[in-house]
């Protein structure tokens, strides 16, 4: 198994730019979740699925889309890049959505908006 | 909301060291508490867990004890060793967003 995929691992954007985080994972996980990390802040929550065809918010959704239409993929857009869109990107998945279970984390992607 | 607290790092330890990296948490009930660690240039990875008070999750070496008398869950390691350069991370659950809430995390260096 590969695990949570993501791509690319590095990109750099200006300002008003628009793009695509892949993530795919190979282990038939219905919950995937996208986070932010900043420096001193942790990981925050930007949109999860809890399956296919069904997203919702997180705690820092401005800014970005998601979809799911698929059980391996979780992309996520960002139509107008921002500077304060800078931070590293990690995608995530569990097999369920227990408060016990395990989530399983892609390598990031580093985003710079210049 | 339910929140996590840890200890502002850098941490730095020789080798050999004894760690503790301090964690509290808010939250309503009894949740279930992890460890999560990155190592440089990596994704987050589960280093232990505990899923009902005084459980003792452990791992690799480590070690951290469910306290819900002090809401506590701070992380352990009797001697440490260069490869445990990394960022560790305390969390729980968030269950209305089905998620995790992450402390800051405590950013460990370990020297020869």
């Known amino acids: 198994n590969a695990g949570v995929t993501q791509t690319p691992k590095f990109q750099v954007l200006k300002t008003g730019q628009s793009m695509t985080l892949q993530c795919a994972q190979d282990?038939?996980?219905?919950?995937m979740s996208w986070y932010r990390q900043d420096p001193g802040m942790g990981l925050r929550l930007i949109h999860y699925?809890?399956?296919?065809?069904?997203?919702d918010q997180g705690e820092v959704p401005n800014g970005y889309n998601v979809s799911r239409s698929t059980t391996e993929d979780f992309p996520l857009r960002l139509l107008s890049a921002a500077p304060s869109q800078t931070s590293v990107y990690f995608c995530?998945?569990?097999?369920?959505?227990?408060?016990?279970?395990?989530?399983?984390f892609g390598p990031g992607t580093r985003l710079t908006v210049l | 909301g339910d929140s996590v607290t840890q200890m502002e790092g850098p941490v730095t330890l020789s080798e050999e060291a004894f760690l503790t990296i301090n964690c509290t948490y808010t939250?309503?009930?009894?949740?279930?508490l992890f460890w999560y660690v990155q190592y440089p240039g990596e994704g987050l990875q589960l280093l232990l867990k505990?899923?009902?008070?005084?459980d003792k999750g452990s791992n690799k070496g480590f070690e951290a004890t469910y306290r819900k008398e002090t809401t506590s869950f701070h992380l352990e390691k009797g001697s440490v060793q260069v490869s445990d350069s990394a960022v560790y991370f305390c969390?729980?659950?968030?269950?209305?967003?089905?998620?995790?809430?992450f402390g800051s995390g405590t950013r460990l260096q370990v020297q020869p």
């Open positions: 995530a998945s569990s097999y369920s959505i227990t408060s016990t279970d395990t989530q399983y």
């Open positions: 282990m038939n996980h219905e919950y």
């Open positions: 699925s809890v399956g296919a065809g069904i997203t």
């Open positions: 939250a309503t009930g009894y949740p279930s």
């Open positions: 505990a899923t009902k008070a005084d």
């Open positions: 969390a729980l659950p968030d269950t209305g967003r089905r998620a995790l809430t």
